[in-house]
T-cell receptor, first 113, second 112 residues
Framework: AQSVSQHNHHVILSEAASLELGCNYS??????LFWYVQYPGQHLQLLLK??????LVKGIKGFEAEFIKSKFSFNLRKPSVQWSDTAEYFC???????????FGTGTRLKVLA | DAGITQSPRHKVTETGTPVTLRCHQT?????MYWYRQDPGHGLRLIHY???????DKGEVSDGYSVSRSKTEDFLLTLESATSSQTSVYFC???????????FGSGTRLTVV
């Protein structure tokens, strides 16, 4: 069965620390991958997306993600986090052959000032 | 996102009553989705639509129905609300295959 897995459920970092959140997917076919962010009390917003081409994708607010096909991974990174990055982060991928997307269960990031 | 409006934003209702949540978009997006978000479960798809009058079930569709009579409106109905349906409900739209979702601001529903 297709799935999107986020193994880090809670992450706590100090400001200026580097961030890497894991996302693994398991399905075949065309790979489209997304990262969304949900700030406290708000709705989800698109951070970045990968469809094809350069496996290193840059998104908003200094975030980037690297698609590694051999590892079925699409990890989210940021070199230096800020307190304002405190949020929940979701990885998502389309459910092959349907109009639906699968979301990971999310990673809650807390950045300490 | 100004293009998607969910109403109401908050609602408290009694067990056993029907409830309808509305999602209205001005983006002319073909695809529309209803998700619920609960602690520990992330986002779970309830129903989705791939065109006017074209809808399908998601992974947690029991107790919910939807209708889409116009491109811009996607209604979610809880036929007889239960306490397990207390949740935050998000509507999302998608323009096409190679686009991500755009989410509404959510409806916080409490069933007492």
């Amino acid at each position: 069965a297709q799935s999107v897995s986020q193994h880090n459920h809670h992450v706590i970092l100090s400001e200026a620390a580097s961030l890497e959140l894991g996302c693994n997917y398991s399905y075949g076919g065309t790979v489209n991958l997304f990262w969304y962010v949900q700030y406290p009390g708000q709705h989800l917003q698109l951070l970045l997306k990968y469809f094809s081409g350069d496996p290193l994708v840059k998104g908003i607010k200094g975030f980037e993600a690297e698609f590694i096909k051999s590892k079925f991974s699409f990890n989210l990174r940021k070199p230096s986090v800020q307190w304002s990055d405190t949020a929940e982060y979701f990885c998502a991928a389309p459910w092959s052959g349907t109009y639906k997307y699968i979301f990971g269960t999310g990673t809650r990031l807390k950045v300490l000032a | 996102d100004a293009g998607i409006t969910q109403s109401p934003r908050h609602k408290v209702t009694e067990t056993g009553t029907p409830v309808t949540l509305r999602c209205h978009q001005t983006e002319n997006h073909r695809y529309m989705y209803w998700y619920r978000q609960d602690p520990g479960h992330g986002l779970r798809l309830i129903h989705y639509s791939y065109g006017v009058k074209d809808t399908d079930k998601g992974e947690v569709s029991d107790g919910y129905s939807v209708s889409r009579s116009k491109t811009e409106d996607f209604l979610l109905t809880l036929e007889s609300a239960t306490s397990s349906q207390t949740s935050v409900y998000f509507c999302a739209t998608r323009e096409g295959r190679n686009y991500g979702y755009t989410f509404g601001s959510g409806t916080r529903l409490t069933v007492v």
